[in-house]
């Protein structure tokens, strides 16, 4: 994984609010992986991020995954990192939780659990939203 | 106004590599800009040259090549997704010891850093995918 | 404001579902690609011209033997209130039509992705509930 930096007046300053939304479960296809990816190279740009967890979204971040019988890396231990990234706002479904049962013991890292309607706030403020 | 586009699908298994073409088409025609198209996930898939469609359907990667011929856009895909993919340009096949290389006309092999630059730069992102 | 974009049929994903749930009044959602499907606003709006029409994505083109498996499985689901698992679906297609109609080989040849996703989807009803 490369990463790119760039001065820190290369944007003039431009802070813009960035949402990487997770809508799928880990593993049965590479979008987590592949996401938390750009999450990790886009920390470098100094924006604010946030991380929405939604439906099957929510099982990325999971404790206790073990793949090893499917030789497919466990990279949930990355979510744990992010923090270190200053990526901090991680807001996850409830009703996506509750439909799944899941509590947030279940996660492996601290989370904001938001209400649909909260969820669709915080959307709207942002700026640039990916979806993956 | 100007637009970034990420496409996250290949051609023909999805429709999301046509609809973000007509879209691109469609806001080109209407006098927008469009800042950069990053391809990423599976969408590295739309910068082969060795594809052969049926000739009595549409040619998605010269679609994409014309486009960056008439229009001067940026087709950027993402060098991890590609090595991944198996989509690799002359120095990535020199760098990886393959015995050739695949990258079609009009696209480079770039990073994830100019996704999220498109971002910045752009007044909005439009996500085509899944 | 957020432009919500949604590309899957409801009959497949909780997709638009989802959707709707983030969305604030005003916002705008732009039905594409397979999301098309959702602009039948209730089961009860189906007709033979939209059947039709829905065929014609499918790339098939409607026989009477098209028409008979259409409307055993509206008769079916206005009766029962689900559309019928296959195993069910070709038991009674034989029983009502014949033992030449009654089994998968027939059912595949008219709906080459199987009657549950395909042949539901022209008739305008939700998919049999589990694996097909």
């Known amino acids: 994984m490369s990463e790119e930096m760039y001065e820190d007046d290369e944007y003039d300053g431009i802070v813009k609010k960035f949402m990487y939304v997770n809508r799928k479960a880990p ?4 979008y987590a992986l592949e996401s938390l990816e750009v999450v990790l190279i886009g920390a470098a740009f100094d924006q ?3 991380l929405a967890f939604m439906d099957d979204g929510v099982y990325q971040l999971k404790k206790d995954q073990d793949t090893k019988a499917t030789e497919i890396k466990n990279f949930s ?3 744990r990192a992010l923090e270190m990234y200053d990526v901090e706002k991680l807001y996850v479904s409830k009703d996506s939780m509750d439909e799944r049962g899941l509590t947030e013991d279940d996660l492996i890292v601290p989370v904001e659990l938001v209400s649909a309607e909260k969820m669709s706030d915080i959307l709207e403020e942002q700026d640039v939203i990916f979806s993956f | 106004m100007k637009f970034a586009i990420l496409v996250n699908e290949g051609p023909y298994t999805h429709q999301a590599a046509d609809t973000a073409y007509h879209f691109v088409k469609a806001a080109i025609d209407k ?6 198209i990053f391809f990423y996930h599976s969408g590295v ?3 082969t040259r060795f594809t052969s469609p049926p000739q009595d359907d549409r040619d998605l990667v010269q679609n994409w090549s014309r486009l960056a011929e008439e229009h001067n856009v940026d087709l950027d895909i993402c060098v991890a997704a590609a090595q991944r993919r198996g989509i690799i340009d002359k120095d990535e096949a020199e760098r990886h010891g393959k015995d050739c290389h ?10 994830l850093g100019q996704l999220i630059e498109g971002g910045i730069q752009s007044d909005r992102m439009m996500v085509f995918g899944d | 404001m957020i432009l919500h974009t949604v590309n899957k049929s409801p009959f497949e994903k909780n997709t638009l579902i989802s959707c709707l749930k983030h969305c604030k009044p005003g916002s705008s959602v732009l039905l594409i690609e397979d999301g098309i499907f959702a602009a039948l606003e209730n089961l009860s ?3 033979e011209e939209i059947a039709a029409e829905i065929a014609q994505t499918e790339e098939i083109k409607m026989s009477e033997n098209h028409w008979e498996v259409v409307t055993f499985l509206r008769d079916y689901y206005d009766e029962f209130q689900i559309a019928p698992a296959v195993r069910v679906l070709t038991k009674a297609i034989g029983k009502k039509f014949g033992k030449e109609k009654g089994n998968s ?3 595949y040849e008219l709906f080459p992705y199987g009657p549950a996703k395909q042949a539901c989807k022209i008739a305008g009803l939700p998919k049999p509930t589990g694996c097909i």
Do not use: M, Q, V
Request: proline share 6%; charged share 15%.
């Open chain 1, 27 to 30: 593993y049965g296809t590479i």
């Open chain 1, 48 to 50: 604010d991020i946030s």
């Open chain 1, 77 to 79: 231990p990355t979510y």
């Open chain 2, 31 to 36: 006098g927008h800009e469009i800042y950069r």
């Open chain 2, 45 to 47: 898939n739309n910068g």
């Open chain 2, 102 to 111: 695949n990258l079609a006309p009009g696209f480079r092999i770039s990073g």
């Open chain 3, 45 to 47: 709006d189906w007709t």
């Open chain 3, 105 to 107: 080989k027939y059912l």
